[in-house]
């Protein structure tokens, strides 16, 4: 990061809007204790702590008394994957993963959809695959549902308006881009095709958009706000209606804001 960069207004506006609205997470297939014990140390940054934090579901209760203890009487919520990656998991067995989030202290479920269903185009399996975001909607009560519609492998706009559309339909709160386990994360198209389903929706107004898979720096996550604050107006750029899912983009944030370890 080159001082003109760090010191670049837009930038740093950019850089504070994806901190506020940012699920710092980790869902590497070989996470440990050790690495979540220190994505919620990292959750304690200089510049401020993030929107939430997005873990395996194994690893919530573990989050969830961490961040206590970090940041005291309001720490951020948690967040936990569920049918993830593939989205073709039995429904018996993402109830349970949702159930078990929840019991452990979990405030948001990230659910991935089965996208196979919308690529095949079967009827059948498109209906069972929204039964499976309606059955998810209605486990999590109160607490807040994402929908991963895996828009990479959609790929075609009709695609990703359709899968927006069956997530907005049975009442997620976010549609999600990706889950980053897919040669192709958020991209500016597919953002668009989204974010405009959201905006047509007689329910959109309460809905918010989630930009996750390959977000690495603030210049990428700028590209999300943009489109957001264009489609959704600025009122949507805050946690409730906004997220970017991203592990490393927190560095770049501390860097353009000029608190990193070691800037000037």
């Known amino acids: 990061m080159n001082d003109t960069a760090r010191h670049d207004p837009t930038l ?68 936990a994957v569920a049918n993830f990656p593939t989205g073709q998991e039995p429904l018996e067995a993402v109830l349970a993963q949702v159930r078990g989030i929840l019991a452990h202290g979990g405030h948001e479920v990230d659910l991935v959809l089965d996208w196979r269903a919308l690529r095949g185009g079967s009827p059948a399996a498109m209906d069972a695959a929204a039964r499976v975001v309606a ?61 405009e389903a959201i905006a047509a929706h007689p329910h959109g107004a309460r809905v918010g958009f989630k930009a996750s898979g390959g977000v690495r720096t603030v210049r990428d996550a700028a590209v999300h706000i943009g489109l957001v604050r264009e489609i959704l107006g600025p009122d949507a750029l805050v946690p409730s209606r906004f997220r970017i899912g991203a592990s490393a983009l927190l560095d770049d944030v501390e860097a353009v804001l000029g608190q990193s370890a070691g800037a000037p």
Request: aromatic share 2%; charged share 20%.
């Open 12 to 79: 740093q506006e950019a850089a504070r809007v994806a901190l506020a609205c940012m699920d710092l997470t980790s869902l590497g297939d070989a996470d440990t204790a050790l690495q979540v014990a220190a994505l919620a140390e990292r959750s304690r940054s200089p510049v401020g702590a993030p929107a939430a934090l997005c873990v395996w579901p194994r690893f919530v209760a573990q989050t969830v008394g961490a961040l206590k203890a970090l940041h005291g009487a309001a720490p951020p919520p948690v967040a």
């Open 135 to 195: 059955a998810v909607r209605k486990a999590c009560g109160s607490a807040v549902l994402k929908l991963i519609i895996e828009s990479g492998e959609l790929q075609e706009p009709a695609l990703i308006a359709r899968a927006s559309r069956l997530g907005l339909n049975e009442g997620v709160d976010f549609l999600k881009t990706s889950t980053g386990k897919t040669p192709t994360g958020a991209t500016p198209a597919a953002a668009r095709v989204m974010l």
